[in-house]
């Protein structure tokens, strides 16, 4: 009889006068079941996340639904961050940030440009780029920040 792994997803909705806010995660036992990603995340959630100070390297990518780039390196990262071998065996978090939705949180990053990708450490910004990127070189950028 074989083991089948599957990974853990769940969605939470969230209404405001202004947005319907969809928190999804998503957890894959098959790497690593406390690295998480939150697509489309809130605000909240996000400072919720930031605060926790932990050590552990967070990706946020700024994202807009009619953004061709976006659509193209979001998959990538979610990819990347869901397997160790590309972080030095190191969890990494990643956060979804609709700009459309969360506007607020976009100037706060000063993102002037889609997609914007931010690498956080403690709530402190580390690097960061804009543009769609290979996964080769998105692959070796999170390499180098895990360690």
Not at 101 to 126: C, F, H, M, N, W
Request: one cysteine or more; glycine letters at 4%.
């Amino acid at each position: 009889m074989a083991l089948r792994l599957r990974p853990t997803f769940f969605s939470l909705t969230k209404n405001t006068n202004q947005h319907t806010h969809r928190l999804n995660v998503f957890s894959s036992p098959l790497f690593n079941s406390r690295q998480k990603h939150y697509l489309a995340a809130d605000s909240e959630t996000f400072k919720r996340r930031l605060n926790q100070h932990d050590g552990k390297l967070v990706i946020v990518d700024f994202y807009a639904d009619w953004c061709g780039p976006c659509r193209v390196l979001s998959p990538t990262l979610e990819k990347i961050t869901s397997n160790t071998k590309y972080s030095n065996g190191k969890e990494v978090d990643l956060f979804t940030i609709d700009t459309d939705a969360e506007g607020e949180l976009a100037v706060k990053y000063k993102v002037s440009a889609l997609p914007t990708v931010i690498a956080l450490r403690d709530g402190q910004v580390l690097e960061q780029f804009i543009g769609a990127q290979p996964p080769a070189t998105v692959e070796s950028w999170i390499k180098r920040l895990s360690t």
